[in-house]
């Protein structure tokens, strides 16, 4: 059973950065995609950004050019660098692990954009 931990979130100003850092533990087997998704209040929840372990990157068009996602693979561990955060960009981000097939989802983490 793959385990993810999240720390990180937060509240941080208009324009301001903010990395979140999701850890996979618990995994036997390599860990093909790790991602970030996000949840807005009362949207549904969405790709913000996703990686596999070769390095090909995915993103929401909303969020290109602002947010980086990379991973290391010998800490089992996907970030989420974010720039130029805009107050639409509150929201829970979770972080999404695949693993032989399955899926596997961190416990979110609350980011709000907010002067």
């Known amino acids: 059973q793959v385990q993810l931990v999240e720390p990180g979130g937060g509240l941080v100003q208009p324009g301001g950065p903010l990395r979140l850092l999701c850890t996979a533990s618990?995994?036997?087997?390599?860990?093909?995609?790790m991602g970030w998704y996000r949840q807005a209040p009362g949207k549904q929840r969405v790709l913000a950004a996703r990686?596999?372990?070769?390095?090909?990157?995915d993103y929401a068009d909303t969020i290109k050019g602002r947010f980086t996602i990379s991973r290391d693979n010998a800490k089992n561990t996907v970030y989420l660098q974010m720039n130029s955060l805009k107050p639409e960009n509150t929201a829970v981000y979770s972080c999404?692990?695949?693993?032989?097939?399955?899926?596997?989802w961190g416990q979110g983490t609350q980011v709000t954009v907010s002067s």
């Open positions: 990686i596999t372990r070769n390095g090909d990157t």
């Open positions: 618990a995994t036997f087997f390599p860990i093909y995609r």
């Open positions: 999404n692990v695949g693993c032989l097939g399955d899926d596997y």
